[in-house]
């Protein structure tokens, strides 16, 4: 069990997220949608344990927290430490070296579909590369939470089918995958549940399920309308 309670987080006098609380029983996909700037890679962060929370914060995945709990999570928020002269190999290496749990097998499996180049500068790729590799090395450790931040960023559709379809094809089955994304219609058919941003709280927690059972609405629908109640009917 994955769960995330008591979250709170802020920048100076600014609260980022306030009183976040959620739990996940793999395997999950977890959509986490919100307007920019509402604290969707910050919560991401927190997870990785990349910042800390405020007091009282409690992260766990079946009893680990801390350490224990950040090796297992997959998250990569950028590539910007890379050395302008560093090949995707070297990248390679570098995440061989990092972390037990990176599968080779996987590695290999993924990259026929997405066709990196390994010997190309991570300095010359284009967006759309950039997040294919950021995607890849994401996906390739075993890990028990992955995280993947506007995977689609930059990319066609052709490539976002792709990276969907290797998604649920390469992920351990006993995962939990959060994704946060502008492109609500691509994910909907892959995605199980849905976590909903707005001014710091989550304002919807609801399964993709439940949400087309008892709204009769499509995911985008249903986040559009949430978005204009929430704004007293005003549309942004």
């Given at each position: ?108 499996e993924?990259n ?7 010997q ?7 967006k ?11 996906v ?27 998604l ?22 892959v ?42 009917g005003?549309?942004?």
């Amino acid at each position: 069990m994955f769960k995330v309670a008591g979250l709170n987080y802020a920048r100076g006098r600014c609260s980022v997220l306030q009183d976040i609380n959620f739990e996940s029983d793999a395997p999950e996909i977890i959509g986490v949608l919100g307007e920019n700037g509402v604290g969707k890679t910050t919560l991401m962060r927190l997870i990785a344990g990349a910042v800390m929370p405020k007091k009282g914060a409690s992260i766990t995945l079946d009893g680990l927290a801390g350490y224990a709990l950040k090796s297992a999570v997959a998250f990569i928020p950028n590539l910007n430490w890379v050395r302008k002269r560093d090949t995707i190999a070297e990248v390679l290496d570098f995440y061989r070296a990092g972390y037990p749990d990176f599968n080779q097998e996987r590695w290999n499996e993924v990259n026929k579909t997405l066709r990196l180049n390994e010997q190309d500068q991570v300095s010359a790729l284009s967006k759309g590369m950039l997040e294919r590799l950021i995607f890849a090395l994401t996906v390739s450790r075993d890990a028990k939470v992955f995280m993947l931040d506007e995977p689609f960023s930059g990319v066609d559709v052709l490539t976002r089918r792709k990276l969907l379809q290797t998604l649920i094809q390469w992920v351990p089955e006993d995962a939990t995958i959060l994704m946060s994304t502008h492109e609500i219609a691509e994910i909907e058919p892959v995605i199980d549940r849905v976590l909903i941003l707005k001014d710091a709280h989550i304002i919807v927690d609801q399964t993709i399920d439940d949400i087309r059972d008892n709204e009769h609405m499509t995911l985008e629908q249903y986040y559009v309308q949430r978005y204009v109640e929430d704004n007293w009917g005003i549309e942004l």
